[in-house]
């Protein structure tokens, strides 16, 4: 059982504002993405919950209870960290006995326990090894072991992938979603990369700045980003920003016409449109409508492909396509459709998305 | 002239490198060759020749005839001598015990608080570690005159804070000569380990403290289980250093006691009896070079085996962070 509670979150580090204000409930077995470009808070924001920084002002509870001057080991929260942490001078059985046995635990218990963990990440055969005689993907596995052999309420993971190459990255991220799956615990996950985002998370919360920019299932991001930020933040290739003054139905970029987009939301004479590459495509040669646009050029990267082109006014904007058929070349012009009912509306000056009614 | 090859290209490129290499090879040669001289006649020279010379008798300076081991025999077993090496040896067991308590505990402990960032830690740090920086002479003869029985600085402020009756000469008195001394080496001395404790603390990652604070919110446990062991080769070089400079202990007790190890031998350590052997003192008269060689002898291998075979103990539980 775990409820996460902050409430009025700030941190601050002599003259500097981290986190600036953070609101959030985390519910008991969900697994909770933090995500964000670097210094936006994350990290910060995951230590504070771990104990081994001070809140600055506001308030963390944890099942109801404050965690204020609770110290990080008795939390009942184990975390997981980039560089794994491993304690260099035990081996891996003494790594994951370490904190169950400091918990008060029976010599058999914390045996029992690690044999458990053991056979779930098939350490095994591991138990007597140093750190150092280990592999990235085995210290991986270790540091998440001497996690579980605590069974703690709140597992905090941060960036725990990133020192891993691809092929790896992809085979721990699936472990540690079925992990999520047997186990149950509270997972609070901090990474830069949103596909770790998006395949892992229960709910993603988008951090900039030290602010929340928006709390949501990975879809819900996805498909209504609550601002510019979050709209570009998810999704690969970057969803395109557009500058458009707007005439009615019309919605015009400089040096690159105007389409018509009928049931737009309210907005100002000048709005920002966000389209995601799957939103847009190539008219046909001879087409009038769409945008026009210089082609740049083309991705493969064999399921798919991109074209990259770039607008009248510089903007560089992206569609997936087929390539295959493709006789562009650089400086070619083309005209790109956009699909109306894809696209975002966002505030020029504030990001902030207007939705339809 | 370089012969062109079969293809008409000159070989010469290919010889450059070789005679590139000999030049570089003459440089090495160049700058390894003065301090090979140096230690050969300075270091290795007298250790050997000192070996030699503890075989022989000497009147003065002049070698006599080959005597086996008797001076070592001497020193170590015939009376009066035996009895002032055995005496001046358990003086520095003791120096060394004292040393390692007080100048490396301390010096761990000043550590651990620098490196805590409690307040005024960058001044401490530069204050800790200036004696280190002076000379031996300077802080045993301004140590002496601190301990000076009427005008000394240490029993006048004792007396003006009325602590009076505490007041003793120093270095005159049997019971405390010895910590007198042991108490100038660890303050002048006590920065060495702190640097290098405090060196291996800020070596230690700081995800690994997070980790084992995520586990245990003992200071205690911290130190012993995680941060100790992780300091390992700083360890290894403060206590080894400590053991070779505590029994070849000679500067500090020959400015502020004398040759004699006084009183009544009571400072006596290993340095300061080989000295006197070796090349006589005023009191005694007497100079034997062949005992001295011995006692040579004998310290620099009770050294050498004592501190290699401790470095390699230390050595294996030291792990790569």
Not at chain 1, 196 to 201: F, G, Q, R
Not at chain 2, 43 to 69: N, T
Not at chain 2, 131 to 153: M, N, Q, R
Not at chain 2, 272 to 283: C, D, E, K, P
Request: proline fraction near 5%; charged fraction near 20%; hydrophobic fraction near 45%.
């Amino acid at each position: 059982m775990a409820q996460l509670s902050l409430r009025g979150v700030r941190k601050n580090f002599r003259n500097v504002e981290v986190l600036r204000g953070i609101d959030l409930e985390i519910h008991d077995r969900e697994l909770v993405v933090f995500v964000g470009p670097s210094g936006c808070g994350k990290s910060t924001l995951l230590r504070l919950i771990a104990g081994l920084d001070d809140i600055s002002e506001g308030e963390f509870t944890l099942n109801g209870r404050s965690m204020v001057n609770v110290p990080p080991s008795k939390r009942d929260i184990a975390m997981v960290f980039q560089s794994y942490a491993l304690y260099p001078h035990m081996n891996v059985y003494d790594n994951m006995a370490f904190g169950a046995k400091l918990m008060g635990l029976s010599k058999d218990e914390v045996q029992k326990r690690i044999d458990e963990t053991a056979a779930t990440l098939q350490l095994g055969p591991l138990l007597q090894r140093k750190p150092r005689e280990l592999s990235g993907g085995q210290r991986q596995r270790v540091a998440i072991g001497r996690a579980l052999v605590r069974k703690p309420a709140v597992f905090l993971l941060d960036e725990p992938l990133s020192n891993l190459d691809a092929a790896l990255r992809s085979e721990v991220r699936l472990e540690i979603a079925k992990l999520h799956n047997d186990i149950g615990g509270t997972m609070i996950y901090v990474t830069h990369d949103q596909v770790e985002a998006m395949t892992l998370a229960d709910r993603i919360v988008v951090l900039r700045d030290g602010m929340i920019e928006q709390v949501g299932t990975p879809r819900e991001l996805y498909e209504t980003p609550a601002n510019a930020f979050v709209g570009t933040f998810i999704g690969s290739p970057r969803m395109s920003l557009l500058k458009a003054v707007r005439d009615g139905d019309r919605f015009g970029v400089a040096g690159s016409g105007a389409v018509l987009l009928p049931d737009a939301p309210e907005t100002g004479k000048t709005v920002t449109l966000g389209i995601r590459p799957d939103a847009l495509s190539l008219a046909p040669e001879g087409a009038t409508d769409g945008f026009e646009a210089e082609f740049e050029y083309a991705e493969y990267l064999g399921n798919d492909a991109y074209i990259y082109a770039r607008l009248g006014d510089g903007t560089r904007v992206s569609l997936q396509g087929d390539t295959k058929n493709l006789t562009h070349r650089p400086g070619d012009a083309v005209r790109l459709r956009p699909d109306p009912a894809e696209i975002h509306y966002f505030d020029s000056e504030t990001g902030r998305s207007f939705r339809r009614p | 002239m370089p012969a062109p090859t079969s293809n008409g290209i000159s070989r010469t490129p290919a010889r450059t490198p070789r005679l590139r290499v000999s030049g570089r090879g003459l440089w090495i040669t160049f700058l390894l060759v003065p301090p090979v001289v140096v230690m050969a006649l300075f270091v290795i020279y007298p250790i050997f020749s000192a070996l030699a010379y503890a075989f022989y008798d000497w009147q003065g300076l002049a070698r006599g005839d080959f005597v086996g081991f008797a001076n070592f025999e001497k020193v170590l077993f015939q009376q009066p001598f035996a009895a002032t090496t055995w005496n001046a040896f358990k003086n520095n067991i003791f120096v060394f015990f004292a040393l390692m308590i007080i100048q490396n505990g301390l010096g761990f402990i000043l550590a651990y608080a620098l490196w805590r960032d409690l307040p005024g830690a960058r001044f401490h740090r530069i204050a800790v570690f200036l004696p280190v920086v002076l000379s031996t002479v300077i802080i045993g003869y301004v140590w002496k005159l601190f301990f000076h029985p009427i005008f000394g600085a240490v029993n006048q402020l004792l007396k003006a804070v009325g602590l009076g009756s505490l007041a003793t000469p120093w270095l005159g008195d049997a019971d405390t000569a010895l910590n007198a001394l042991i108490f100038v080496n660890a303050w002048a001395w006590v920065g060495f380990p702190t640097l290098v404790f405090l060196a291996g603390l800020q070596r230690i990652p700081s995800e690994i403290l997070d980790a084992a604070r995520m586990e245990t919110d003992s200071e205690l446990t911290l130190i012993r289980r995680v941060i100790w062991p992780l300091i390992a080769p700083s360890a290894t070089v403060c206590f080894v250093l400590l053991f070779i400079g505590s029994f070849n202990w000679f500067e500090l007790p020959y400015i502020m006691v004398g040759l004699d190890g006084s009183p009544y031998g009571n400072t006596d350590v290993l340095g300061l009896y080989f000295y006197r052997t070796a090349f006589g003192n005023q009191s005694a008269g007497i100079q034997d070079f062949g005992m001295g060689s011995a006692l040579a002898v004998l310290m620099f291998l009770f050294i050498a085996v004592v501190a290699t075979s401790w470095t390699i103990y230390l050595r294996k539980r030291e792990i790569e962070v």
